[in-house]
């Protein structure tokens, strides 16, 4: 984050605090406590009810959506690259670089989604995932809120870019999504998509930053919730949400152990990996 932009976040944050913060994001509890403070006016709370942390001051769903159209920009995950990069991206497939989706490939082959399934990539940036998938052989669908990368990904990669989730039911064996979650203000909105979009027996694969209280000893930790990540997900608030909507969940952490994901056991040892990963089925 810029300094501009640090000191307007700061600025806000210390203009935007109400009452309603002490209100779970998820579950709407107001059983949560501070765990962690930064910058003076921002606090990472924890909902005694359901496990999720969330940032305190919280945001309001239509500044948020104004955020991610005009002003968001993370790097590599946002930055459509030019022409020649984008080429040699896609001559090695993406190997050896940030947005190589290798590990997630095996994750869903191991997790069972078929061969040729239909697989729909929810936050697919723009589109590197998405093809990747393709070029494995999903029918791949993509999902993403902002219009110039969502229109970069249909124009450069091929993506099939879906605008509007409402009209769509039943229709896919997959819906992927990897570090979206924790930008959102409510995470019952991907649930409930998910929901609607996954076939009988269908399968939601989540990764998110690993928010849990045995990361905390993490050097990076405090720098993952902020203006971008608004929300920390803990092993618990992941199982509660997913099951809360219907879904038979396991939580894993990376290195991803194949073996145990493919014979839908659970995680081996202490959740410690820099990344959470979720499995949730539908009955």
């Known amino acids: 984050m810029q300094t501009s932009e640090k000191l307007s976040y700061l600025l806000w944050a210390a203009t935007s605090a109400t009452k309603d913060d002490n209100e779970c994001p998820n579950c709407k509890s107001s059983t949560t ?9 921002t606090s990472l709370r924890e909902c005694t009810n359901c496990g999720l942390r969330y940032r305190t001051p919280t945001d309001r769903a239509v500044d948020t959506h104004h955020y991610y159209q005009e002003q968001y920009s993370f790097g590599f995950t946002t930055d459509c690259p030019q022409d020649e990069d984008l080429n040699k991206l896609l001559e090695t497939h993406f190997r050896q670089s940030e947005k190589d989706f290798t590990q997630y490939l095996e994750v869903v082959h191991a997790a069972g989604v078929p061969a040729s399934g239909s697989l729909l990539d929810y936050g697919s940036s723009w589109g590197y995932g998405s093809w990747q998938f393709t070029q494995a052989g999903y029918k791949t669908s993509s999902f993403e809120i902002s219009v110039p990368r969502a229109n970069f990904a249909k124009q450069n990669l091929g993506c099939t870019i879906l605008e509007d989730l409402s009209g769509t039911v039943g229709a896919y064996d997959c819906v992927f999504s990897a570090h ?9 909105t991907f649930w409930n998509a998910a929901r609607q979009l996954l076939k009988p027996r269908g399968l939601a694969i989540v990764v998110v930053p690993n928010g849990d209280p045995d990361a905390e000893s993490f050097p990076n930790y405090d720098r993952l919730w902020g203006k971008v990540h608004p929300l920390m997900l803990t092993a618990r608030s992941l199982r509660y949400i997913s099951d809360s909507h219907g879904f038979e969940s396991r939580v894993y952490s990376n290195p991803y152990d194949l073996n145990a994901i493919s014979d839908q056991a659970d995680h081996n040892g202490p959740l410690i990996g820099s990344e959470l990963l979720l499995l949730a089925r539908l009955p």
């Open 33 to 41: 406590e501070v765990v962690r403070r930064k910058y003076l006016f």
């Open 180 to 188: 979206v979650i924790e930008h959102m203000t409510d995470p019952s």
